[in-house]
């Protein structure tokens, strides 16, 4: 499986961006599909999870209100709207997918890493 992100940019802070990753290869398109994102020197941060149907959505707390994460499963890609962005939201932002209809908050537990995609939030 593989999984290309696009998207990121730079954007002034109260702006918006929409990052998508579409994925290919055997089975993806039912993945449970999500989003990290990390800050050079820091640990991978969870920001948001789908599950294959749509059904199951988790946001971290730092996002709620602010970033909306869904899915088309007919283009197998998932997408990750942003608005009110922060400066604290400056960081590569990577798609994840697993063969689980769902995963959650474990960076661990995801099985397919995309390449990243930087956002830079400036204030």
């Known amino acids: 499986v593989q999984l290309q992100a696009s998207g990121g940019g730079s954007v002034q802070a109260g702006g918006s961006l929409r990052l998508s990753c579409t994925a290919s290869?055997?089975?993806?398109?039912?993945?449970?599909k999500g989003w990290f994102r990390q800050v050079s020197g820091k640990e991978r941060e969870f920001v948001a999870a789908?599950?294959?149907?749509?059904?199951?959505?988790t946001y971290a707390d730092s996002v709620k209100g602010r970033f909306t994460i869904s899915r088309d499963n007919a283009l197998n890609t998932v997408y990750l709207q942003m608005t009110s962005l922060k400066p604290e939201d400056t960081a590569v932002y990577y798609c994840v997918s697993d063969p689980h209809e769902y995963r959650s908050d474990n960076s661990e537990l995801w099985r397919y890493w995309g390449q990243g995609t930087l956002v830079t939030v400036s204030s």
């Open positions: 789908i599950s294959w149907r749509g059904g199951t959505i």
């Open positions: 290869g055997p089975g993806s398109g039912t993945h449970g």
